[in-house]
């Protein structure tokens, strides 16, 4: 059974930083995919940010903020989180593919709320 395990969320004011870290723990290895979406309130859930291989991707609105890294000997993802506004707020959640064509898993997700 493959589980999530999120933290690094809170609070902070506009202009601050967060690292999110997802650990991922079970029977996996070498994971295809690793990625983080986000939920704000009323909206909905949508891709912030990813990895796989080599490759990453970042949706326009966090491109130059925000930095996704991951630790293959730990089967962990992080978010490094600068310059945080407002609108960044929301629940975030790892997702992670760990063979490619595969079902994927989630993390319970954390709280991030920029407020000064």
């Known amino acids: 059974q493959v589980q999530l395990l999120e933290s690094g969320g809170g609070l902070v004011q506009p202009g601050g930083s967060l690292r999110l870290s997802c650990a991922a723990s079970?029977?996996?290895?070498?994971?295809?995919?690793m990625r983080w979406y986000r939920q704000a309130p009323g909206k909905q859930r949508g891709l912030v940010a990813g990895i796989a291989g080599g490759s990453t991707f970042y949706v326009d609105s966090v491109k130059g903020r925000f930095t996704i890294s991951r630790d293959n000997a730990k089967n962990t993802v992080y978010l490094q989180m600068n310059s945080l506004k407002p609108e960044d707020t929301a629940v975030y959640y790892c997702?992670?593919?760990?063979?490619?064509?595969?079902?994927?898993?989630w993390g319970q997700g954390t709280q991030v709320t920029v407020s000064s």
């Open positions: 079970g029977n996996i290895f070498n994971i295809y995919a």
């Open positions: 997702n992670i593919v760990p063979t490619l064509g595969m079902r994927d898993y």
